[in-house]
């Protein structure tokens, strides 16, 4: 049963931490199916089959970030309608949305199959994974309308204050992709298409949950009247959607550049970047999934016009963020071996080692991460979706200028460093970009 959820009343902290909870678990739980592809991949083929599908990740997220950076900006106005009160305005973004979902997901499909192979080749993926990389990609990018309606409609339950039902999709989602993943990899050999079929049919399901649960609230049941052609609505969307696409492409071309840099170390540098990736990808869960929650709180009181408190709800957030990832990256500093030996085998020294060594530094720096998706989050649902447009800017060349510079005087190392330096340089704009557009909107309001 879908349900919605008035932010802009009780304690801030209280709500959105009771929101983002059950995100958070949902999200894990898509981290876990993750790491299942990668734990299926790396002892059911081997350690190149891992590594064809870890040199996938950063054009993954070119692609399929931009689309889900598209989806996005219907979370933005529905929050806001939402908390205004206004569900007629709230349906016709939704159809607006629709209508540039369908010309940007069929441009992207086309183009992502026509210039896959060239790209990777571009970032010198070693040609003994090659064919296996491209494999595994263009089946994910040539059902990415399915990744792409899933984002879509859990944005819009989620936006309404639904947290709950975005996690049933997912737990279904998890358990069909655990079950398909061994069944086509490791029962009929499939090989790393195997992994990719298993993880576009999971998305189904959980699309097709998500759509069902949008049909349950009357707020969002568009009616035919709703499908009319509004441009001014239509644009708007498109100006709130269209930085935040950028800005998540920027950022992969940036990782992009950097996945070039760990390919010049050789397959089992790469082995150990794309299991430590795994392993920072479900850490950073934690950071998105309450800047999401932060950014449903945002949206519906800033609709409601209740900006102090947004300021205390942002504050504090930031400031428990902060505790939680440094108490996990003391956690995870004595667990990492013990993770990466399950994920790609214990027999594998090398990776494990080099594996280990990118997630120290990592670990020191986890923290700031977390403050970067608050305040990224928190800055995109009062619809300024410029300025962090510019934070991906300012990332994409923190990591170009120190993957060409650092990796020669540290190491390996300098690939950590590299990425680290972008979370760094986004919070400069962000951190201090949020308080100044808070302060114009409360000025404004007076």
Not at 6 to 13: E, K, L, Q, S, Y
Request: hydrophobic share 55%; with cysteine.
């Amino acid at each position: 049963m879908a349900q919605t959820k008035d932010m802009t009343i009780g304690n801030p902290n209280q709500l959105i931490l009771g929101f983002g909870l059950p995100l958070l678990a949902g999200n894990l739980l898509q981290q876990l199916y993750n790491m299942v592809d990668t734990i299926v991949v790396g002892r059911g083929v081997g350690v190149n089959a891992l590594a064809a599908v870890g040199a996938t990740g950063s054009i993954n997220f070119l692609v399929l970030g931009f689309i889900m950076g598209m989806a996005q900006g219907i979370s933005i106005l529905v929050s806001q309608y939402f908390g205004s009160k206004d569900f007629y305005k709230l349906r016709k973004s939704i159809t607006m949305n629709i209508y540039i979902s369908i010309v940007v997901c069929g441009l992207m499909t086309i183009l992502s199959l026509l210039f896959t192979k060239d790209i990777l080749v571009f970032m010198d993926t070693p040609n003994n994974i090659l064919t296996d990389a491209v494999n595994y990609i263009q089946i994910i990018f040539l059902f990415m309308s399915i990744s792409y309606a899933y984002n879509f409609l859990s944005g819009i339950l989620r936006a309404v204050g639904d947290s709950k039902n975005p996690v049933i999709a997912m737990v279904i989602a998890c358990f069909i992709n655990i079950i398909l993943d061994v069944w086509f990899v490791m029962g009929i050999h499939m090989g790393v298409r195997g992994a990719a079929y298993a993880t576009i049919i999971a998305q189904a399901f959980s699309a097709v949950y998500c759509f069902i649960s949008c049909l349950r609230i009357p707020e969002i049941r568009l009616q035919k009247q709703d499908w009319k052609m509004d441009w001014g609505l239509l644009k708007k969307s498109f100006l709130l959607s269209f930085p935040v696409a950028i800005m998540n492409s920027i950022t992969a071309v940036g990782v992009m550049v950097l996945q070039v840099g760990v390919n010049h170390f050789g397959t089992e540098y790469i082995a150990a970047y794309s299991a430590g990736s795994k392993i920072m990808v479900v850490l950073e869960t934690i950071g998105s999934t309450f800047g999401t929650a932060c950014a449903t709180f945002v949206g519906q009181n800033l609709g409601a016009g209740k900006v102090d408190r947004i300021l205390k709800g942002v504050n504090e957030l930031a400031l428990i963020m902060i505790g939680i990832h440094i108490l996990l990256a003391v956690v995870m500093y004595f667990s990492t071996n013990s993770i990466l030996s399950m994920m790609i085998g214990s027999e594998q020294t090398a990776v494990i080692a080099y594996g280990f060594q990118y997630m120290r530094i990592m670990y020191v720096f986890i923290a700031v991460l977390s403050i970067l998706w608050v305040y990224r989050c928190a800055l995109q649902a009062m619809g300024d979706t410029f300025l962090p447009m510019i934070s991906g800017v300012v990332e994409f060349f923190s990591r170009i200028i120190c993957t060409m510079t650092l990796p020669s005087l540290l190491g390996f190392d300098g690939i950590a460093f590299s990425e680290v330096s972008a979370w760094v340089g986004a919070c400069c704009i962000l951190i201090p970009a949020f308080y100044y557009r808070l302060h114009k909107i409360k000025v404004k309001l007076k």
